[in-house]
T-cell receptor
Framework: GESVGLHLPTLSVQEGDNSIINCAYS??????FIWYKQESGKGPQFIID?????DKRQGQRVTVLLNKTVKHLSLQIAATQPGDSAVYFC???????????FGQGTELSVKP | KAGVTQTPRYLIKTRGQQVTLSCSPI?????VSWYQQTPGQGLQFLFE???????NKGNFPGRFSGRQFSNSRSEMNVSTLELGDSALYLC??????????FGSGTQLSVL
């Protein structure tokens, strides 16, 4: 069945270091992927998205990489800051649209 | 531009009661979807509405229902509440059903 899963439930990094959060997906037909950040007490916040016809997309301090061969997605955060501490979810859009399939989430903790 | 607004922010109900949650999407967005978030199950899709029609439905029992109004505002209803329905209920809106923007959610506690 369809599933999107994350490799690591927790990640701890030093402030200023780069962070890499990984995600595996199982539906090779999915063509759109999104990374969300969720802080305590808030809803998921859109970070960056990527379509399956791209391998890489960059935003402000964030980069998403997509490897369709191994069905792997990663989020790279440059110069991680304490404000980046949150749970990060990858999600894929089903073919029907409007339905996100979420991974379990990775909790990122940034040490000052 | 105002974001997705969900009300109420917190709710406490007892088993057997019913509850209605409200969501106002971002202006101009016609797609509204609902998700349930629990520590054990993560984020799970409930249903999606587009132009007042339910377009997608997740694997939840019939006690969970929703609707969308002509102004794109949406409500979801849960009848005969069970303890396991305690969760954060999130509403998301989008213009065409792809890039979803979430509200802060309604935290429902069933006692």
């Amino acid at each position: 069945g369809e599933s999107v899963g994350l490799h690591l439930p927790t990640l701890s990094v030093q402030e200023g270091d780069n962070s890499i959060i990984n995600c595996a997906y199982s539906n090779s037909a999915s063509d759109y992927f999104i990374w969300y950040k969720q802080e305590s007490g808030k809803g998921p916040q859109f970070i960056i998205d990527i379509r399956s016809n791209m391998d890489k997309r960059q935003g402000q301090r964030v980069t998403v990489l997509l490897n369709k061969t191994v069905k792997h997605l990663s989020l790279q955060i440059a110069a991680t800051q304490p404000g980046d501490s949150a749970v990060y979810f990858c999600a894929e859009i089903s073919k029907e649209g409007g339905k996100l399939i979420f991974g379990q989430g990775t909790e990122l903790s940034v040490k000052p | 531009k105002a974001g997705v607004t969900q009300t109420p922010r917190y709710l406490i109900k007892t088993r057997g009661q019913q509850v209605t949650l409200s969501c106002s999407p971002i202006s101009g967005h016609r797609s509204v979807s609902w998700y349930q978030q629990t520590p054990g199950q993560g984020l799970q899709f409930l249903f999606e509405y587009f132009s007042e029609t339910q377009r997608n439905k997740g694997n939840f029992p019939g006690r969970f229902s929703g609707r969308q109004f002509s102004n794109s505002r949406s409500e979801m209803n849960v009848s005969t509440l069970e303890l396991g329905d305690s969760a954060l209920y999130l509403c998301a809106s989008s213009s065409l059903g792809e890039k979803l923007f979430f509200g802060s959610g309604t935290q429902l506690s069933v006692l």
